[in-house]
């Protein structure tokens, strides 16, 4: 038996565990994410940016935003390939656009036009401490009655 196999058959040898790199990459990526998605109180992942969407149901949460006049911030997730998945797990949601407000996950495309259709829109940003636009003018136009 050669002297490598003895050694091999009388020491116990024992194993280095490392914990799995998938497990470890996926805990980073989510702590990223998340210092992300409450970096503002309106955060956006989309295709392309505020400027220039470079998708039409970006396009659509961008306009819907626009019209409430909310400031927020935007993450291009045809950037970076990892944050276009990272997002899909963080929020368990299968597409972009996504839309955060106060750290929460609102919706994407449809259910901010649905939000923004039936007036639910204003009462989220409300209650996060931001007034629509619309509502102020709504206001007014109450007021000069
Ligand atoms: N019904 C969706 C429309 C968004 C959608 O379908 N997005 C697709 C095409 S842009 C998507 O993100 N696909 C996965 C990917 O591109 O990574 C919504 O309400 O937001
Ligand atoms: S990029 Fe094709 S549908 Fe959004």
């Known amino acids: 038996m050669s ?18 790199v998938r497990a470890y990459s996926d805990e980073v ?4 994410i998340d210092k992300f998605v409450k970096n ?7 295709k392309g940016n505020p400027e220039a969407p470079k998708c039409g149901f970006s396009n659509a949460v961008v306009q819907i935003l ?7 911030e935007s993450h291009d997730v045809l950037a970076d390939e990892s944050m276009r ?11 972009v656009p996504q839309v955060f407000i106060k750290g929460e996950f609102v919706g994407g495309c449809d259910i901010m036009l649905q939000m923004h259709q039936d007036g ?16 102020t003018k709504a206001m ?4 000069k009655k």
Do not use: C
């Not at 990526?29 to 990223?32: G, T």
């Open 40 to 46: 503002a109180p309106v955060v956006v992942f989309m």
């Open 85 to 95: 998945q990272g997002i899909k797990e963080y929020s368990n949601w299968p597409t």
């Open 120 to 135: 639910e829109l204003i009462n989220v940003l409300q209650k996060a401490g931001i007034q629509s636009a619309l509502l």
């Open 29 to 32: 990526h989510k702590e990223i």
């Open 140 to 143: 007014d136009e109450e007021e």
């Open 66 to 72: 626009r019209m409430h006049e909310v400031a927020y």
């Open 3 to 20: 002297s490598l196999l003895k050694i091999k058959r009388l020491t116990r040898i024992p194993q280095l565990v490392f914990p799995s």
